[in-house]
């Protein structure tokens, strides 16, 4: 079956500074990936869509220059989130979209910011 | 805009009740998903159901469309300890190849 995986697992940094999640379908292409923030006991909240080769499309309210989204390959995107706050304490799913349309959701990354 | 609203938010049962979980759209949706999220976990899908009153069975799960393909509903036959989970509906959201999840029913299971 498809499988999408993220690194890192967690990660804890300290307020202000940056840091990369990798989103990646490990056994097919995917053009489109998704980027989601859970924040705890809440729902999933579509962040940006990733598109290979192209510019992220950011949904309302998301700030597209706190929140780089970069998808270099069919098989890789990366969400940067840059001067990390408290706030931006979530935990972060990706999902990666195959050719039948199916979304296959990643493991998800744990973002704690100090 | 467009809302996806499930009921009720937390459910507490005793092993081997039923559970049931409802799912209200503001808009018609051309196909409804089921996702099933752990403690800790991610999102797993569970299934798909995309024609009007379909109905289909994963050996305790039965999952139900309305009609309007407005709602749907998860239930639960005889609840394990193994069902803890928060449940998700997810539809495309506006008619695009965008998600958008409903909000989510957290069922707790006693033995």
């Known amino acids: 079956g498809a499988v999408v995986s993220q690194h890192p697992s967690w990660v804890i940094c300290k307020s202000g500074t940056s840091v990369k999640i990798e989103c990646r379908s490990l056994?097919?292409?995917?053009?489109?990936m998704f980027w989601y923030r859970q924040f705890p006991k809440q729902s999933l909240m579509l962040m940006a869509t990733s598109n290979e080769g192209s510019k992220a499309t950011y949904e309302q309210g998301v700030e597209k220059d706190k929140f780089l989204i970069n998808h270099a390959s069919l098989t890789l995107s990366t969400l940067t989130v840059t001067s990390a706050h408290p706030e931006d304490s979530s935990f972060y799913i990706c999902?990666?979209?195959?050719?039948?349309?199916?979304?296959?959701f990643g493991p998800g990354t744990r973002l704690t910011v100090l | 805009g467009q809302q996806v609203m499930q009921i009720p938010q937390y459910q507490h049962v005793q092993e081997g009740e039923d559970f049931t979980t409802y799912c209200n759209s503001s808009t018609t949706l051309s196909n409804i998903q089921w996702y099933k999220q752990r403690p800790g976990g991610h999102p797993v899908f569970l299934i798909q159901?995309?024609?009007?009153?379909e109905v289909k069975k994963q050996k305790r799960l039965t999952f139900q469309f309305g009609e309007a393909k407005k709602n749907s509903s998860l239930h639960i036959t005889a609840t394990q300890t193994t069902d803890v989970g928060t449940y998700f509906c997810a539809g495309p959201r506006d008619n695009t190849d965008k998600l958008i999840f409903g909000t989510g029913t957290r069922l707790q299971v006693f033995p």
């Open positions: 159901l995309v024609k009007s009153g």
């Open positions: 056994d097919f292409q995917a053009t489109t």
């Open positions: 999902s990666a979209r195959d050719l039948g349309l199916m979304q296959y």
